[in-house]
């Protein structure tokens, strides 16, 4: 069987770290790009929101990774018709024709498939979105269920919200809080953060079984982002008095931001490859040691 790895959306967050891992892990791999100046011989030009059947699938694929969409609730609120193209169109278009081909697919989906009313959501629940980008989700998950239903070789891997070393936001609320400077963060806007670095070993192990099905990767429990940051002050050695919680609802999101739960039941990754997110505060800590 073929070792090379088609990953759709090369330049995304989750694409770099599982692009790293799986050429650490020798294997072969094709990382798509809608840039041209970034397009070469391992880097296809794909645009999802340009038809895609003409797209020419390169040669001796054994899978690929669905990693390109547009991935924020705003952007999708914001542009219903023109990300739904992306998220929706494009995606199940692709994934279509290299299923014809039996190449196996593997798409990232979300929580956001979910209302947020309930904690450690089960697999086979039934999708109740609230936002457009999980409308989005939930219809490109629903295309790909009548596809696995025909026993074709697909994988849906949900995840919530995915941390990088170096985290922006936590580098920032810690460099202000070590300066003594107050922050603002939500006390009702939760996250159950899971490192890149493990969503990527998820996805090699998904791609080298060929696993089919539903699967789900959080952490463990939710903690206000306002929770956070009265973490990284007490790390930081400064009065917690500095962190002002306010509520999300005084800015303008779209629906969906502050979900009160975005726990998905994970036990089937940890009862097949032993995979596990640890706790939020432990997730925090290493993300504090990436901001230097
Ligand atoms: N990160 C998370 O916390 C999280 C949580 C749950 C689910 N997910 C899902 O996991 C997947 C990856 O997320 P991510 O955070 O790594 O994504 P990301 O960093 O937001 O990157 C999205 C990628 O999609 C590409 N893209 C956008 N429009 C495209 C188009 N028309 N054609 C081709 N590519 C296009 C972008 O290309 P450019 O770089 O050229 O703009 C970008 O590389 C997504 O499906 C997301 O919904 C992510």
């Given amino acids: 069987m073929s070792q090379r790895i088609l990953i759709v959306g090369g330049n995304s967050e989750i694409a770099g770290a599982t692009v790293s891992h799986l050429r650490a892990q020798g294997r072969e791999v094709l990382a798509t790009t809608r840039r041209a100046d970034r397009a070469g011989a391992d880097r296809p030009l794909l645009?999802?929101?340009?038809?895609?059947?003409?797209?020419?699938i390169p040669a001796d694929l054994g899978a690929a990774c669905f990693c390109a969409a547009i991935a924020r609730l705003a952007d999708c609120a914001r542009n219903p018709e023109g990300s739904?193209?992306?998220?929706?169109?494009?995606?199940?278009?692709?994934?279509?024709?290299?299923?014809?081909?039996?190449?196996?697919?593997?798409?990232?989906?979300t929580d956001k498939v979910f209302d947020g009313s309930r904690a450690h959501v089960p697999a086979d629940a039934p999708l109740c979105p609230v936002?457009?980008?999980?409308?989005?989700?939930?219809?490109?998950?629903?295309?790909?269920?009548?596809?696995?239903?025909?026993?074709?070789?697909?994988?849906?891997?949900?995840?919530?919200?995915?941390v990088s070393p170096g985290m922006e936001l936590v580098c920032r609320w810690l460099a202000d809080l070590r300066a003594g400077k107050p922050v603002r963060a939500f006390h009702d806007m939760m996250m159950a953060p899971t490192p890149v670095a493990l969503v990527a070993?998820?996805?090699?192990r998904l791609l080298a079984e060929l696993s089919t099905g539903i699967f789900q990767l959080t952490g463990p429990r939710d903690i206000a982002y306002s929770e956070v940051a009265?973490?990284?002050?007490r790390r930081a050695g400064v009065d917690p008095a500095l962190v002002e919680a306010v509520s999300a609802h005084s800015i303008d999101l779209p629906e969906g931001s502050t979900a009160a739960n975005?726990?998905?039941?994970?036990?089937?990754?940890?009862?097949?490859?032993?995979?596990?997110?640890?706790?939020?505060?432990?997730?925090?800590?290493?993300?504090?040691?990436s901001c230097g």
């Fill in 47 to 56: 645009d999802l929101a340009q038809p895609v059947g003409n797209w020419a």
């Fill in 84 to 109: 739904s193209r992306v998220n929706v169109t494009g995606t199940v278009a692709l994934a279509d024709r290299l299923l014809a081909r039996g190449i196996p697919v593997l798409f990232l989906s």
């Fill in 131 to 162: 936002s457009e980008y999980g409308r989005q989700k939930a219809a490109a998950e629903a295309a790909l269920h009548l596809r696995m239903a025909q026993d074709a070789p697909v994988a849906i891997l949900r995840l919530a919200k995915v």
């Fill in 201 to 204: 070993q998820t996805i090699e």
């Fill in 230 to 233: 009265v973490h990284l002050a």
């Fill in 262 to 289: 975005t726990t998905l039941d994970s036990t089937a990754l940890s009862q097949r490859f032993g995979i596990a997110v640890p706790d939020a505060i432990e997730v925090v800590d290493a993300l504090i040691d």
